[in-house]
Structures are given as C-alpha cells and as structure tokens.
C-alpha cells in the first residue's frame, strides 16, 4: 500500500475522502464500495454514510481482503445561518466521546426532519409520502434522496434532479433545516472523538466568495481543520480561488467524490484535478498520522 505523500505534487493520487453506502443513502452496500474501489486501483478511503458509522465495520473487514485502507468516518448535518451545511468527520478512532450522543440524537433529528419533509410533500401531491420513502429506505434514517426516488416512481417529475430543482433543493417547499445542530456543536463532537472536522463540498453552497470566506472563518475557529478543496468535477477556477481561501484561513484539503451510485457522471476516485497549491492535505494533520502509516491494515 502506497504511504500518502505531504503534498499535492507529484503522482496522481488513489485517495478518495468522501463516499457514500447504502448504510446512508449509497446504492452499493459498504462490501460492495469497497470492492469498486479496489477494482479502481484507490488504496485510501473514508466511508462518509449522513450521520452514522454503521457501515465502517463491514467496509473494513473487506477492505483487509482487498489490500485497501478505510478510516472511519461520517458527514454530518449542521446549520449556519440559515443554510443547510454538511461536516465530514474522520475518525480513526470512531464513534467515542460527544459523537455517540450527537450521532443518537442526528438520527431523532432525522425522523422528525423526515414527518416535516412528507407533510409539505403531501400538500403538493405525493401520496403517503412517509410510508413510501420509509419502504424504499428500509430501517436506515430517511433523507432527501428517498423522497426524490419516490416523487419519480409516482410520476411527480421526470428524474431526481427535477425533484431536487422543483421541491428538496435549497429553499424548497421539501427543504427542512431546523432540526439540525448548528456547525460549532458539530465540530464540537469530531474533535471530543480524537477526530478531524472538514467542511463538505463549500463551492456547492453556492455562496458569493465573501460569504464562504466568512463560513471558512467561523469553521476553524470552531475548530475546523480542513475543507474539500475538490469534491467530485468543479470549475477550475474556482476551485484554485477556493485554494487561496483555504490557504487565507489555514486550513488542510481534502478531496472526494462524494459518489452515491454507479451509473451516474461520478465514480469512486473521479473528481476535478487538484490545482497546484501550498495548502497541505489533510491527511498530514497528526490525528490521522497512524491511519496514514497502517491504515486498518496493521
């Protein structure tokens, strides 16, 4: 297994921080991730299932079979200023501390979250929408992405991006925001856990540069270390604009694809080039130093 360099220079990269499971709302189970990994050549991966850890254990036992590496991890949900914003937590120490709780009481958060979204979802047309989703979602927390599956099986709109666009996105009569903590007590609980806070995806907010500069700001001074300087394809330039912004406020890089399902633009390990940077990756932070070295292969 390749030991992860201190820079972006040099060799392409198989790292990738930032996926999905059907422990969440993945298509593929956390066995079946990995194994895609592996067959793509990666050699260091988080699995980042929304608010929980259940499918890191599995995902490391085939790991081990696949000469691959996994670092625990998790996105979590938080609220600033009014937006909807996501926190990548790794964790090589796992679910310890503060997160427990916090992890116990995303989930509640989530079921209620879930009766508000099928209530305002009811009212312009989706039929029994919670017992719907909860039939697709099985026993895992419901998320945004289960009632867009069921809104295009009942012919609400044509594909996903449409129930996003017309009803879940930001802003939509789908999008429900109150019942999450808000971003310092999500910090709070990655770093009681031994773990690295990294802010997901911040070109996706789609804020003016003034605004993410101040969301960078109060993020580390939570506590926050890192960001994702590359999250699945970007524009170039912004993300080398997001580069200096990250070198502005001190803070690492980290980079994912945020895959979901096979089939789609997106597959482990594909995401926009890094650009050229002095920013540091964010697997040089000494939290994650033995993960770096061994990984769960020791």
Known sequence: MPLLPETFEGDALSVDLHMHSTASDGA??????????????????????????????????????CGISVLPATELSA?????NIHVVGLLPSGAVGTLVEGLESQSRARNTRAEAIAKRLE??????????????????????????????????????????????????VGDVKSHWPYLSEVVTWILDAGGVAVLAHPLRYKMTRRKRGLLLDEFRRAGGQAAELVSGYQNPDATRDLARQLQEYDLLA????????????????????????????????????????QGNMA
């Open 28 to 65: 593929l189970s956390p066995e079946e991730l990995v194994r895609l990994c592996a067959e793509r050549g990666l050699s260091h991966i988080a699995l980042t299932d929304h608010d929980t850890l259940d499918g890191v254990e599995d995902a490391q036992k085939e790991a081990r079979q």
């Open 254 to 293: 980290s980079l994912g694809s945020d895959f979901h399902f096979p089939g789609g633009p997106l597959a482990p390990g594909t995401m926009s080039p890094i650009p050229r940077t002095a920013v540091a990756p964010v697997w040089t932070h000494e939290r994650l130093a033995q993960w770096r070295r």
């Open 123 to 172: 009212k312009v047309g989706l039929k029994d929408a919670l017992a719907k989703a909860h039939a697709r979602a099985g026993e895992r927390p419901l998320g945004r992405p289960d009632f867009a599956h069921v809104m295009v099986e009942d012919g609400l709109v044509p594909d996903l991006a449409s129930a996003f666009k017309k009803y879940l996105g930001n802003g939509k």
């Open 79 to 83: 609220q600033w200023r009014g937006a």
